[in-house]
């Protein structure tokens, strides 16, 4: 049986998004690159909720923990 011929290069789309943001961010200090990324994360509005999520998670666990 043959393979359906691929429409679609997951691996190269993400290293093709991995070059942008690397050519976008060259020469900026980490920390700034980071606080731009975390800026942009939290206002998607699908990964933005789930990050806000995640973070009230770990705040319940560590609460826990002391």
Known sequence: MKKPEKTFDCVKMKWEIQEKIAK???????????????ERVAKNPILGPFLKKVRELQMQHYRKAI
């Not at 976008?24 to 975390?38: L, N, S």
């Open 24 to 38: 976008e961010f060259k020469g900026m200090p980490e920390e700034k690159a980071r606080k731009i990324q975390d």
